[in-house]
């Protein structure tokens, strides 16, 4: 799902103006829709997306003239869910229906639906269906219990239907059996697209040897139900080839640990399509990856390339491969010859990609439809294996992009049953999930039950009321995260690792506390001792030991379903780090149903808080310079010094918390992951953190790395040094995104425009210069180009002794001059000379007094 924010206008600029890779291909050549609409359900007027794409509110327009006032605003704004479709919806309490008048043809409908509470109605009371025509997509559906079993932030359903020329009416009807039942919709998209479906020709994969052709009704009704791009990154809507498609990454679903070898097109190779395949059944960026078996024969001729789909029971499918020889020296034919499974049928023997396209970088796509039996929730298997009889030069087989499309039953109906039966949806890469990371091999075995089981016992949870620490014992696998601004780690849940019991030997390594001791230390969960809320509970101020030591307490929601997972988590990771600059967990409580997290005290509350709307004295620059030398080495030692790299994924100025003497502690670990191993540069992840602080090369590839958190942290050396927010929509649209503003500023020397008017006359100049510079390359666009953050920590670190001896000598002299600015906003030699490269540890601090001081931060990190 689309990543959609008006406070996010800034990166919306960087993912446009990024370069796409499309070879051989004209983009004015691509598909233009005759009809796109996209319909604001519950606004008025118009707003822009994330992707820059108009939306028209539903209020008083032609579709729904009766609709003459505002919807209802979503009561629980998460980070993660776009803000255009859905930060408002529309809700029902008796049937509606839209109508777009539209010309006669074939549209994609995608319904955008947020599961939150609207005003009085509660986002489990949701059950209803929605019909187009003659056709049910949805009935009886709950988008709280899918979203919740499933772990998406947020669901988009995608639909084909054939349109007359009496255009389309889309009607929303609540469920009579359901007490205080309604309907809700956020946002509805209408794209007109070519004849995608009725003119293939897919091959019904029955079982027999000779499969018959399946023909596709012209009215036929079709779900989407994955699209992925096999080998390759996920392609978001405006990187399709005009029809506003999502193309997911294909890795999640690949059985066991056979990944086989992903790659992209030779340099000397280009994309081209014949006249057999049109452009737009699928983009370039689709046929220039793929993802074969590998260079190893004897492996391959022992396992299957194998995908694992899970879809509902009782439909036919169809199922689309596409095709495209990308690499020398597959060139001719009987080079690279396969066979093709679906669902352990043989779907085509003596597959050969040349032989199909004539030449390679051609593409090439097959249909197949595919009958599934029974009701409930199955699993399609996608599998491919080298053909041997044909003895071929090459034991291999290769994939490049997939399709999988529900198509209607007998009674004009796409509808699937709620989760306890339908594990998974339409993967789209813009629903930002909630999912947790679990390996692979993993996924086949148990997806289907845990998911299913979760939903029935959710169900009960719902009916009867279950407590937290029962639901606890149901989870097997974890929802991702969202962000809170709150001190402390309030953001309710987290991505880390595999979720486990309270029985898990790392709950040993903290201590225990019984709930008369939590009561005791917060006077009974008093009031006024409050510190904060967020999406996992209240945070108190407390006291153990006799009154000795102050604690902060963390009490989870026991009404609310997020916190299982974030109290496991946190106990599983915190445990096993302690550093100086990271906030340490002293302990846990799980007790008469509730879960507790007891953590030190920080008496100066969080660094956003010393800079910007504030009444608190401004921090003098020494001592923000400190601050972030301790918050960078509280982030080293998550990238270098625990067992595994772990990336934090949520680096902001409320995410540094301050002790009675200011010494800052990283704290909030809900988004964090860990890092990539050895053999892999990356993690593949969808886009997680907090507006103002994404990594522009994360949120366009989605690919995590440790650099992730360096841009994040490269965002709050600006905040300390501007005292302002990373992102202030009060201002003018070029200076609501601190990181362009500096950089901009920076670039043309004004710098002096935007800095804390209290820092004025108070920075030595080659401090702010050292500073500057740090920051500047902390958000340089690509990871490669960042420093790591044990070269942010030194430089930080000379930063601080360069204003240590200018204090010292009282040779600050008025502080930073229009000179200096100027200098700092311009090429310098002498300058980048004083940094430390982000691809060595050795330079100009190397032969300077700052190298005992790097010497003896090596001994500071606890490992």
Not at 24 to 40: E, G, K, M, Q
Not at 611 to 616: E, M, S, V
Not at 742 to 767: E, R, T, V
Not at 828 to 833: G, I, L, R
Request: aromatic share 10%; hydrophobic share 35%.
């Amino acid at each position: 799902m689309q990543l959609r924010s008006l406070l996010c206008a800034s990166f919306a600029f960087l993912l446009l103006a990024t370069t796409l890779v499309v070879v051989a291909v004209d983009n004015s050549t691509y598909y233009v829709p005759r009809d796109d609409i996209l319909l604001n359900c519950g606004a008025s007027g118009q707003a822009s997306s994330f992707d820059g794409r108009s939306w028209t509110g539903d209020t008083g327009t032609r579709y729904a003239p009766s609709l003459n006032g505002d919807g209802f605003d979503a009561l629980r704004k998460d980070p993660s869910v776009s803000t255009v479709p859905c930060s408002t919806a529309r809700v029902f309490t008796s049937p509606f229906t839209y109508r777009f008048p539209l010309s006669a043809g074939r549209i994609f409908i995608r319904l955008h639906f947020d599961p939150s509470d609207y005003s009085n109605h509660a986002a489990s009371d949701a059950f209803f269906s929605v019909t187009s025509g003659p056709y049910t997509l949805l009935h009886n559906f709950s988008a709280y219990l899918t979203a919740d079993a499933l772990n998406f932030a947020y669901l988009i359903r995608e639909y084909s239907v054939n349109v007359s020329t009496g255009g389309l009416n889309l009607t929303f009807i609540p469920s009579t059996t359901h007490p205080n039942s309604y309907a809700f919709i956020n946002g509805i998209e209408i794209v007109s697209i070519p004849d995608l479906f009725s003119s293939a020709t897919p091959l019904l994969v029955d079982g027999d040897d000779g499969h018959i052709v399946y023909t596709i009704d012209p009215d036929q009704a079709l779900e989407t139900v994955y699209r992925l791009n096999v080998g390759g990154q996920a392609i978001p809507p405006i990187e399709d080839s005009g029809l506003f498609r999502s193309w997911d990454d294909d890795s999640r679903y690949i059985y066991g640990a056979a990944f086989g070898v992903s790659y992209s097109n030779d340099p000397n190779v280009t994309v081209t399509y014949p006249t057999s395949v049109p452009n737009y059944i699928a983009p370039p960026d689709v046929y220039s990856t793929a993802r074969s078996m590998g260079p190893n024969a004897q492996v391959n001729l022992n396992y299957n390339l194998t995908w694992i789909l899970p879809v509902d029971a009782g439909f036919y499918y169809l199922v689309r491969l596409h095709f495209c020889e990308i690499q020398y020296p597959i060139v001719k034919v009987n080079q690279r010859v396969f066979d093709i499974y679906l669902n352990n049928q043989t779907a085509t023997e003596e597959a050969d990609v040349i032989g199909w396209s004539a030449g390679i970088g051609i593409p090439v796509y097959k249909d197949y439809v595919v009958m599934t039996m029974g009701r409930g929730q199955m699993d399609l298997w996608v599998a491919l294996h080298p053909d041997i009889l044909t003895k071929p030069e090459y034991h291999d087989a290769i994939l490049n992009g997939l399709e999988v499309f529900k198509l209607k039953n007998s009674n004009n109906s796409l509808a699937g049953l709620n989760p306890g039966a339908r594990s998974q949806l339409y993967v789209d890469p813009r629903d930002l999930r909630k999912r947790s990371a679990k390996h692979k091999s993993e996924v086949p075995v148990i997806v289907g039950g845990v998911v299913g089981g979760f939903a029935v016992l959710l169900a009960g949870f719902c009916l009867i009321g279950m407590c937290k620490c029962q639901k606890k014992k149901m989870m097997k696998e974890g929802k991702g995260a969202v962000t809170s601004n709150g001190p402390y780690g309030l953001s309710p849940l987290s991505l880390y690792g595999n979720t486990r019991s309270a029985a898990s030997a790392d709950f040993n390594l903290c201590r225990y506390f019984s709930i008369a001791e939590i009561k005791a230390a917060t006077n009974d969960f008093d009031e006024s001792r409050l510190l904060g809320v967020g999406g996992f509970g209240k945070v108190y101020r407390g006291e153990i030991d006799g009154g000795i030591t102050k604690v902060a307490i963390k009490r989870a929601n026991p009404l609310s379903e997020q916190g299982v997972h974030q109290f496991q988590t946190e106990i599983e990771m915190l445990s096993k780090l302690r550093h100086n600059h990271l906030v340490s967990l002293i302990g846990y409580c799980e007790e008469n149903c509730e879960m507790i997290l007891v953590y030190d005290y920080m008496a100066q509350g969080t660094l956003r808080e010393h800079l910007c709307k504030t009444q608190k004295p401004p921090l003098p620059w020494k001592q923000r310079l400190e601050i972030c030398i301790g918050a960078a080495r509280g982030l080293h030692y998550l990238h270098t010094g625990a067992k595994h790299t772990i990336i934090h994924r949520d680096v902001k100025a409320t995410n540094i918390l301050l002790d009675d003497k200011r010494v800052a502690k990283v704290s909030d670990f809900g988004l964090s992951k860990i890092g990539p191993t050895a053999d892999k540069s990356h993690v593949s992840t969808m886009v997680k953190g907090s507006f103002g602080y994404f990594d522009p090369e994360y949120f366009r590839m989605m690919q995590l790395t440790e650099k992730s958190d360096v841009y994040s942290f490269g965002v709050v050396l600006f905040e300390v040094l501007c005292a302002r927010p990373a992102l202030n929509p009060m201002l003018s649209d070029e200076k609501v995104s601190l990181s362009e503003w500096a950089l901009h500023c920076q670039k043309n020397g004004m710098l002096d425009m935007i800095i804390d008017p209290y820092l004025k006359d108070k920075i030595a100049p080659q401090s702010f210069e050292t500073f500057v510079e740090t920051a500047v390359r902390c958000l340089a666009d690509t990871g490669k180009e960042r420093p790591s953050m044990v070269d942010v920590v030194r430089n930080l670190e000379l930063a601080l002794q360069l204003q240590e001896r200018a204090e010292e000598s009282d040779s600050i002299d008025g502080g930073i001059s229009d000179e200096t600015v100027l200098f700092v906003g311009t090429e310098n030699k002498d300058s980048d000379d004083r940094l430390i490269e982000s691809s060595t540890t050795t330079s100009m601090i190397g032969k300077s007094p700052a190298r005992q001081e790097s010497q003896v931060l090596e001994t500071q990190i606890e490992r």
